[in-house]
């Protein structure tokens, strides 16, 4: 039985809402995920378009927060046999998942309570718990970009704040539900304007970054857990507004170490996006294989969308 938000035990040292008791520590949010959501996902395909939602790994460039870009080679190991190389791979740098060991809520510790500090090889929290299970589930595209640039100002490199509330009014407008099981997949733009600045713009915004993305408060955690997502997906690097407003809190400190949620970031909406506004049908089928890295803090995140 689903436990409403307001309902969830309060970590007193963070004045946080906490899942811990809720969900199995492993999986978080996608213990949701049971057979019953995953056929009811699958009734989504109506015309079998696929839709592949993963930036080149190449991308963005240059990379973000301080990451390498990667280093691709390719070699032969016969006369008549080639093989590759990549090297600098950094899991989260693309379009990705972010794992349960990715945040941790300061001295309370990672979700479910653990304080030590992760490390390579198998364990708790390890992005191989999300590989073994694959991630399925009804996806509902949030096209918060095209519904705030038409009622309002709204831009998605300028550090614009999407509230609880926007969040609300775009879903409304769109005529959508959520249900248990949903992929909520945010469409905020970002990545669509990085793309196309020139590349001197994209170095000065790698450097200092500035994000359109959900606000930390919770008003927003409370929607997307009674919403009763499995995850949430987004265009933007980091979900959340950068730089964020440390009054209203960390989003990322809220869903990962707290409620447990499975995170995507930088997927390509673009397409989808354009799919779902000509006919006005923004569910759809999510599927994702998290790479089976044994102890993994991420993963690429191998997404694709069917109608």
């Known amino acids: 039985m689903h436990t409403a938000f307001d309902q969830l035990p309060l970590n007193e040292p963070l004045g946080l809402r906490c899942a811990w008791d809720v969900l199995d520590h492993d999986l978080g949010t996608l213990a949701r995920m049971t057979p ?13 378009t696929v839709i592949p939602l993963n930036l ?9 927060f301080g990451r390498e870009a990667i280093e691709h080679a390719i070699y032969p190991i016969s006369r008549n046999d080639m093989d590759d190389r990549v090297d600098r791979f950094f899991p989260q740098a693309s379009s990705q998942w972010d794992g349960l060991r990715h ?45 705030l640039s ?3 100002d709204y831009e998605p490199l300028r550090g614009d704040t999407i509230t609880a509330e926007d969040l609300h009014a775009t879903i409304e407008h769109q005529g959508v539900t959520l249900q248990a099981g949903d992929v909520m997949c ?38 997307l857990w009674d919403g009763g ?13 950068t730089p964020g407003d440390p009054k209203i809190g960390s989003l990322h400190r809220r869903l990962i170490p707290m409620l447990g949620f499975a995170i995507a970031e930088l997927l390509d909406l673009k397409r989808l996006s354009g799919l779902c506004a000509a006919d006005r049908r923004f569910d759809f089928l999510f599927v994702a294989a998290p790479m089976n890295l044994p102890g993994g803090v991420g ?9």
């Open 36 to 48: 019953e959501t995953v056929q009811r996902a699958v009734a989504c395909v109506r015309d079998g």
């Open 56 to 64: 080149p790994v190449t991308e963005p460039d240059p990379p973000l």
């Open 103 to 147: 945040v941790r809520a300061r001295e309370q510790g990672y979700f479910g309570g653990g304080t030590e500090d992760p490390q390579p090889g198998p364990g708790p929290l390890g992005i191989e718990k999300w590989a073994e299970r694959g991630i399925v589930g009804r996806g509902v595209l949030v096209d918060a970009c095209a519904y």
């Open 150 to 152: 038409q009622t309002g």
């Open 186 to 223: 945010l469409r905020t733009g970002w990545i669509e304007a990085f793309r196309e600045l020139p590349a001197d713009e994209r170095a000065a915004l790698a450097r200092e970054p500035r994000i359109s993305g959900l606000a930390g408060s919770e008003d927003v955690a409370r929607l």
């Open 229 to 241: 997502l499995i995850a949430i997906a987004a265009d933007n690097p980091p979900v959340e507004v």
């Open 299 to 307: 993963s690429p995140a191998n997404a694709v969308a069917i109608r």
